[in-house]
């Protein structure tokens, strides 16, 4: 598996963006300072641990790709698909409500937050532009990841066919029954392809986020995805799970950022 130890930090790097180019990293819940039930590496603000163990989770994680944190952009997560094109590092401690970054400043690092919903990473090597992706069924269905490749191509004039794309570790469909109101979001969303992502298990409905994201890939012309396959509600020893862990967990960090030459 294409983990990476530093210390006791330990992180998942997709093989396909191992590019020099390229610092990327989605950290496991091991290596930080918080007792359960955010054990350990917790970086979610808003679970009820207490902040200064989340800030010097942060910083750890940070230390360990040897990145500042002072480089930080993140967002107010909120399943939207919304973008914000990170010019240079958060100002001030207001995040906008957003579920997109995408960048091509070195000096700036792309962070977000995950318990189930997927990350995606994109990285567009020729014109040295990346972005990062919080799509959890609802960000799915609105189509977060079209509008960040889009957004890539407006911004920076990334070509789809150029851009590489990882799909992370999430909760995998076997783990992820959804209701009637998510099935129709879904049918209005795909359409005649709604059928490839959802399957009936044990008399629910389950929702594929991973083939979901994939498709949706496809459809605006990006060709390099890595799907991780990595179910975090079946590894709770290296991943936080909303679901597998009934709302008391944390919140695993995954960062990007283009290399300083």
């Known amino acids: 598996m294409p983990f990476r130890q ?6 998942f790097e997709f093989e396909s963006l191992g590019h020099t180019d390229l610092i990327q990293a989605i950290f496991t819940r091991q290596g930080g300072l918080s007792p359960a039930p955010w054990a350990s590496l ?8 207490d902040h200064s163990r989340v800030e010097s989770n942060i910083e750890r994680c940070f230390e360990a790709v040897g990145r500042a944190t002072e480089t930080v952009h993140d967002v107010w997560q909120s399943h939207s698909a919304v973008v914000v094109v990170a010019d240079s590092p958060r100002q001030g401690s207001v995040r906008v409500r957003a579920d997109i970054l995408v960048s091509d400043q070195p000096g700036v690092t792309l962070f977000m937050r995950f318990a189930d919903c997927v990350p995606i990473f994109l990285f567009d090597p020729k014109a040295r532009a990346v972005g990062l992706v919080h799509a959890g069924w609802l960000g799915t269905v609105r189509k977060a990841v079209e509008a960040a490749v889009k957004a890539m191509n407006e911004k920076f004039g990334s070509r789809p066919q150029d ?3 990882g799909v992370g570790p ?3 469909s076997d783990h992820y029954p959804v ?3 998510v099935v129709e979001q879904v049918r209005r969303a795909f359409g005649a392809a709604a059928d490839r992502h959802l399957h009936r298990q044990n008399g629910t409905t389950c929702f594929d986020l991973w083939s979901a994201n994939q498709t949706l890939l496809e459809g605006v012309g990006v060709r390099s995805i890595e799907v991780s396959g990595i179910c975090t509600a079946c590894h709770l020893e290296d991943w ?11 919140r695993f960090g995954a960062l990007v950022a283009l290399a300083d030459r």
């Open 42 to 49: 917790n970086v979610g603000g808003t679970v009820g641990d």
């Open 163 to 165: 851009i590489q794309a």
């Open 179 to 181: 209701g009637p109101e």
């Open 240 to 250: 936080y799970s909303h679901r597998g862990e009934r709302g008391h967990t944390g």
């Open 170 to 172: 999430s909760i995998g």
């Open 6 to 11: 530093v210390g006791p930090i330990r992180f």
